[in-house]
Structure formats: C-alpha cells, structure tokens
C-alpha cells in the first residue's frame, strides 16, 4: 500500500522508485522516513497578482503575498555585537508591544540577560510575546518558563514534541528570528538569541548578518509572528489602542519578505533564489554554513556558472554539524567541476546566510542552502532591492573572502572516505 500511494503522490519519477523500492525492501523503516518527510500538499496563491518591476518580484509576491514595499529604512547588522547592541536598546525603548521568535532561545548568559530585559519591560505594562521552537530551544528548563510567564509574559512553544502521537510534520521545524518592537521596527536574520553568536564558543569568531527594518515591511513581520503564535496555540494579538505606526524620516529601500511555511508557500523561498539566480548577468555571490542544495537549486547554481556568471560560493572551513559537512563534500566537487568559485572562510565559523545578484539584489535572512531550510523548515528572509546596500554586502562578502582560501584542486578521495560521503549525502534531506 506504502508503495502505490507514493506512485500515485510523487510526481518526479526517480524519486517515486527509489521511495517505492525502499518500501518493497524495508517497509517499515521507508514508511515512517517517508510519513516524517511528508509535504501537507500546497494550494495554489489565491491573492491577486499585482504588476512589478522584475519576475523575481511578481514571483515572490505571488509565492508569499508580499509586494515590494518602499517607505522603509534599513540598517545592516554584521554580527552578533551589532545586532544585540541595537536589538537590546530597542526592548529598552518599546513602550506597547515586544513580539519576539526564535529557533534557539538560550538560557545561556546573553539568554538570561534578554530574558531580565524582557521582564522589566512587561511588568512595566508592555505585552510581551515569547515564540520558541520546541525542538531549537530543547534545553530551556521549566522553571526559567515559568519566571517569564510568572512576570507577565506570554510564551508558547511551536512544534511541541507529543510521544507517541507523531505529526507527519515532525521533520518541520521553525527556524525563523523575527523580532517586532512596537509594530513599526523589525529584527530579522540568521542569529539566535545565544552566548556563542557572541563569544563563538569552540568554533572561534561567529560570523552572521542581521537586518533592523523600521517601516512597511514591520506589518508584514509582524502578520508573520501571528500566523505562527496562533498556530502554536496562542491567543489571539489584538491591535493595542496606544500603537501607531511611525514612518522612517528617509524611506529609500525597496524590500520584499520571502517567507516559507506549511501549505502554498512551502516552497517560495528556493523558487525564489532559483529566480534570482536565473536572473544575473555578472555575478552571483553565495554565503552559506551549509551546501546541501536541493538539485533544481543545485543545478540553477551551475547553470549560470556554465553560461558565464561568476559564481562565488563561501562556505566554513569546517561545519559545525560534521555529518553535513561530510555529506557536502560531494556537492562541493560538483559545483567546481562546472564552474563554480568556492572559498573555504577560515576566520572562525561562517554563519551568514546571503546571496548577491549583481549589484541589483541581496536576499537576507534565516534560510541555509540545504534541503532542511528549503524543503521542510519555516523560515524568513529580505529580499532587498536597493543597489547601495548591494553594494555593502557585495564588500562585506570580498572582506570575508580574504579571509578564505579557495578550493582550488579536486583530489578524489579514497574509497573508504568516498563511501561515508555517499552514506551521508543520502541522509541530505533529514540534515
């Protein structure tokens, strides 16, 4: 029965023979691989299409129901310093509302530093909404739950684990950082809320980007962070009486929120990248901690290699999860072989997650380059539009790059390695 259903649901042929064999050969372990990586199937967008500039554009905004949005100002948060020294003063500052999600919430010394400042601000009568991955932030103990809710804080954990009733979404978990102050400036990026985004921990220098968005592009954040509290059971989030939105003195930032989740928009976030890297002329500029790229992806990566844009792709030195940075091997030669530029950062751990086209757009935010951020997990990201903050990421990426060696000679690896790059490319998807 397993075998005829995935006949009959998966669409690409290679795949339907390799799910159906697994299931001839080991029944019960391919079902219950396949019933945790179950996609809930996707409708399609029911929001009218609105013209834009570019189809990278009217794609996302028909993937995700987000036009470009302009009356924003936008600043840049390289590291984790930068992003806790704005994102700390700002808490300070709220005086309505602190909405706040994460996948890791520590409970580490910045975690509890975070958790005081939360505190102080909710018995000073501002609504405070925690947002936790139930799975990311496993390590929370109990009692540090109940100080915050005991302070007046509102927390709910996404994704909570119920033995023995498993979700076939189990494999799904939400690994978005939004923060929203006040309804009117956003926190978005790659960096949780832990001491080693800071001090770096065993891996030495943390290297990640953030964004401080204050404008439009807040609404559309903090909608976001609603859809997931009341999906993870929370109540409903009321406007307050006493916020108004503010608008930036100097809005000149065309940007537009990709954000991936259960049903139509499982996939916006790599139709989008494909888009836009089917769209570059010159350049291509790639910064992700993990290469694991599902093979449409893959193969849009190589594709414009081949026709003559400069792919750049940096990579850690040395993965902080050792499975996928064997299993990445193999994706590593692949791109090379066709053209493609590779750098290994070896100034600590790379944890940026960006991509450059030209210098027309940046895309920002929490998604890795591996089926996990692509395929299964909610995430956020920015895609932004303005050619000067291009540019600064285009400078922010050559500076890293210095700090890199390229990979430069593709020495084929003995057998024994060959084969535990193989086993562990295998396991991509469940990386």
Excluded at 147 to 157: C, D, E, K, N, P
Excluded at 171 to 197: E, F, L
Excluded at 381 to 410: G, H, M
Aim: some cysteine; charged content about 20%; proline content about 6%.
């Amino acid at each position: 029965m397993g075998a005829l259903w995935v006949i009959v649901r998966r669409l690409d042929p290679l795949s339907a023979w390799v799910w159906s064999l697994s299931m001839l050969l080991c029944p019960p372990l391919a079902t219950l691989l396949y019933w945790f990586t179950a996609q809930p199937s996707s409708a399609a967008a029911t929001e009218p299409r609105r013209s834009s500039d570019t189809r990278l554009q009217r794609l996302i905004h028909s993937e995700c129901g987000s036009a470009v949005s302009r009356q924003n100002a936008l600043r840049p948060l390289h590291n984790a310093d930068q992003t806790f020294c704005a994102l700390i003063r700002d808490l300070q500052r709220a005086r309505s509302e602190i909405l706040i999600q994460y996948y890791i919430l520590g409970c580490d010394r910045l975690g509890r530093a975070v958790a005081r400042l939360l505190m102080r601000r909710a018995r000073a009568g501002v609504r405070v909404c925690v947002l936790y991955d139930a799975i990311g932030s496993y390590s929370l103990p109990r009692r540090e739950l109940e100080r915050l809710r005991q302070s007046g804080i509102q927390i709910r954990a996404w994704g909570r684990l119920r033995f023995p009733l498993l979700r076939p979404q189990l494999n799904c978990r939400n690994h978005r950082k939004i923060v929203v102050v006040d309804g009117h400036i956003a926190y978005i990026g790659g960096i949780n809320i832990a001491t080693r985004y800071v001090d770096g921990g065993r891996h030495g220098f943390w290297r990640d980007e953030h964004l401080r968005i204050e404008g439009d592009v807040a609404t559309h954040l903090h909608e976001l962070f609603r859809s997931d509290w009341l999906s993870a059971g929370g109540e409903e989030l009321l406007p307050l009486p006493e916020q108004k939105q503010s608008r930036p003195s100097n809005p000149s930032h065309p940007l537009q929120i990709i954000h991936s989740a259960e049903g139509p928009t499982r996939h916006a976030l790599s139709r989008a990248i494909i888009e836009a890297i089917c769209s570059a002329r010159h350049n291509v500029r790639i910064s992700t901690p993990y290469l694991l790229p599902p093979p449409a992806l893959l193969e849009a990566i190589c594709i414009a290699a081949r026709s003559g844009v400069e792919v750049e792709l940096l990579i850690p030195a040395r993965s902080d999860v050792r499975i996928a940075g064997l299993a990445a091997e193999a994706f590593i030669r692949y791109c090379v072989r066709h053209g493609v530029k590779i750098y290994r950062y070896r100034n600590g751990f790379l944890h940026s997650k960006l991509i450059t086209i030209d210098e027309s757009v940046a895309i920002v935010g929490s998604a890795n380059l591996d089926y996990r951020s692509l395929c299964y997990n909610l995430e956020a990201s920015v895609a932004i539009y303005s050619p000067a903050l291009v540019r600064e990421y285009n400078s922010r990426f050559y500076t890293d790059l210095a700090l890199s060696e390229p990979v430069s000679r593709l020495q084929r690896p003995i057998i024994s390695r060959l084969l535990a790059e193989g086993l562990a490319r295998l396991l991509a998807p469940l990386l």
